[in-house]
């Protein structure tokens, strides 16, 4: 079976860094995007970052230049760097892959999440102001 499993989360401070780490198993996802969401309480899944099979990336405005993807082939895992975390910022992370990286992209324009391949079970990340 398919199992993306996410790890890192935790109780923070505003300012300070998380890194979370997503492991992917019963299958390879070498030619997949890989990338994160995240659903605050009562929201929708808002998209986060993406990384395509060479290293493209994509964020989302809210967490440009803070949050950096990153992805090791060789332990078919993705991580996401969390710095200068904002309170705004809590939320539970996903871990998600699929076979286009315009499944991810297309959610900042309206699109919904139905397209996504793969999920994790999801991390919580909570910072206190």
């Known amino acids: 079976q398919v199992q993306l499993v996410e790890s890192g989360g935790g109780l923070v401070q505003a300012e300070d860094s998380l890194r979370l780490s997503c492991a992917a198993s019963?299958?390879?996802?070498?030619?997949?995007?890989m990338g994160w969401f995240r659903q605050a309480p009562g929201k929708e899944h808002e998209f986060v970052a993406v990384?395509?099979?060479?290293?493209?990336?994509y964020y989302a405005d809210s967490v440009k230049g803070r949050f950096t993807i990153s992805r090791d082939n060789a332990k078919n895992t993705v991580y996401l760097q969390m710095n200068s975390l904002k309170a705004e910022d809590t939320a539970v992370y996903y871990c998600?892959?699929?076979?286009?990286?315009?499944?991810?992209?297309?959610?900042?324009?309206?699109?919904?999440?139905?397209?996504?391949?793969?999920w994790g079970q999801g991390t919580q990340v909570t910072v206190s102001s």
């Open positions: 998600a892959a699929d076979r286009l990286y315009s499944d991810f992209t297309s959610t900042v324009l309206g699109g919904g999440t139905d397209e996504i391949d793969y």
């Open positions: 990384i395509n099979w060479s290293g493209r990336s």
């Open positions: 019963g299958r390879t996802f070498g030619s997949y995007a």
